[in-house]
């Protein structure tokens, strides 16, 4: 399991980057595509490692308050996330929301 930080502008050879200039994302040095949700919601989740996230809370994180939000809309971020990076990243706490898991960082 390689070892994950959220470092904005630099390297972190062997782990999980972006850079606050291009928007560029790397894992384990390779280029990753995400949408600026997705983006937006790995940084929430990653800032808060170890802590429960409320589906509200990371609704309002990723939606201004004209954006009409599918029931889903969270849930297909989340699966994208994981299939992009990790399985094992976020956990669902069912009921409550969701968390990066620290034993996997």
């Not at 930080?5 to 894992?27: A, D, I, K, N, R």
């Not at 409320?54 to 308050?65: A, D, V």
């Not at 699966?79 to 969701?98: E, Q, S």
């Amino acid at each position: 399991m390689p070892h994950i930080l959220l470092s904005l502008g630099h390297s972190c050879p062997g782990g999980f980057c972006t850079s606050e200039h291009g928007g560029e994302v790397l894992f384990n040095d390779l280029p990753v595509n995400l949408s600026r949700r997705e983006l937006n919601l790995l940084e929430v989740l990653l800032q808060n490692q170890g802590k429960v996230m409320s589906r509200f809370s990371l609704e309002q994180t990723l939606y201004s308050w004209d954006d009409d939000i599918e029931s889903n809309a969270l849930e297909v971020h989340i699966h994208n996330l994981r299939k992009k990076i990790d399985k094992k990243l976020i956990k669902t706490v069912r009921g409550v929301g969701y968390m990066v898991v620290k034993d996997e960082l």
